[in-house]
């Protein structure tokens, strides 16, 4: 039988925290992303990334409720493997933080990688590991599809990626809704 794997962001999917991504451009100008904008960001040749805020212990994040909601419901099923996979490089403040604020004792990994194909890669390990039902949420569409695509490679598994959109506005959601269907169009040219 197969086996059920369970896969939340952290970043603004389960909780929005007050860290920013600092960018030193080429040209040697510098600018501040917070995670919603890093997360559509296409970065230009020669930009580098500097994470250090992601690095440090959580400042007083605020609680996504309804996806950590979601997230504490799985983990009291114990059939299926709940993890929390994200692009910092330390998952301990991200462990720590459930724990003594939420009572949430819950898996983390910390892939050090902002990369999309990162997760995605993650994912399809465990894929090979015999899991054949796979659901993922996270606020970045990049990471969605990355992931969703395993579903393309693996027809015979489930692979769900979910959009978190709980961190965005209505007028975000929407534009984000419509930047969606016309990508989706797109791909049909
Ligand atoms: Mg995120």
């Given at each position: 039988?197969?086996?059920t794997l369970r896969v939340f962001d952290f970043d603004d999917t389960l909780a929005k925290s007050v860290s920013y991504?600092?960018?030193r451009h080429a040209d040697g100008s510098q600018s501040t992303l917070d995670p919603a904008e890093y997360a559509v960001y296409e970065p230009k040749a020669g930009d580098s990334f500097d994470f250090r805020d992601f690095n440090r212990m959580l400042n007083n994040p605020k609680v996504i409720k309804k996806n950590v909601d979601l997230l504490r419901r799985m983990?009291?099923?114990p059939e299926k493997k709940v993890t929390i996979l994200t692009a910092r490089k330390l998952g301990f403040p991200?462990?720590?933080w459930f724990k003594k604020n939420l009572g949430i004792d819950v898996y983390v990994v910390a892939l050090g990688d902002a990369n999309p194909q990162?997760?995605?890669d993650w994912?399809?390990?465990h894929i090979?590991?015999?899991y054949t039902d796979i659901a993922f949420m996270?606020?970045?569409?990049k990471n969605v599809k990355a992931v969703g695509s395993l579903q393309k490679k693996y027809p015979d598994i489930r692979v769900k990626s979910v959009l978190a959109v709980e961190h965005l506005t209505t007028n975000e959601r929407k534009e984000l809704l419509e930047q969606y269907y016309s990508d989706k169009f797109k791909e049909l040219l």
């Open positions: 039988m197969g086996k991504i600092y960018i983990i009291s099923s991200v462990k720590y990162a997760k995605a994912i399809e390990q090979k590991k015999g996270d606020d970045s569409i």
